[in-house]
């Protein structure tokens, strides 16, 4: 769920707290890719059938690919949260992360895409989140 649905839909803390959570369970499923890349290079054999080594060499090079997805993955969606909450505290009434949605338009300069002009709960005042 983006940013904007979020908003409209429940808030940023949710949408935040839902960044966190998905991030660091890409977190977790690269660290149990290098575990399975690591077995399989254990495992691997070369005087065992060229089958079965082969077998854990594919088995080695998907754990490995998945390793380095999920950590890319985390790395984005973490700063992608991190860069956004930066922008969550309204400059007013330095109140945190209370934002109502106003609306959204596409941003080639921004690093979601597109700019959410977001509004404070507490005191009305207005700003873009890019
Ligand atoms: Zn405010």
Same mark, same amino acid.
């Given at each position: 769920m983006n940013l904007a649905e979020s908003l409209r839909s429940h808030s940023f803390r949710r949408w935040y707290e839902r960044q966190l959570v998905e991030c660091h369970l890409w977190l977790v499923t690269g660290f149990l890719a290098l575990i399975m890349t690591a077995i399989a290079v254990e495992m691997i054999?070369? +005087?065992? *059938?060229a089958a079965g080594m082969v077998a854990m060499i594919a088995i080695g090079g998907g754990g490995a690919a998945l390793c380095l997805y999920a950590w890319l993955k985390f790395n984005r969606q973490l700063g992608l949260a991190e860069h956004v909450a930066g922008q969550a @505290? $309204? *400059? @007013? $009434? +330095? @109140?945190?992360?209370r934002l109502s949605f106003v609306s959204a338009s596409h941003d080639a300069g921004a690093v979601m895409g597109w700019a959410v002009r977001v509004r404070c709960r507490s005191c009305g005042h207005e700003w873009s989140i890019a």
């Open positions: 054999a070369f +005087r065992d *059938s @505290t $309204c *400059s @007013t $009434c +330095r @109140t945190y992360g």
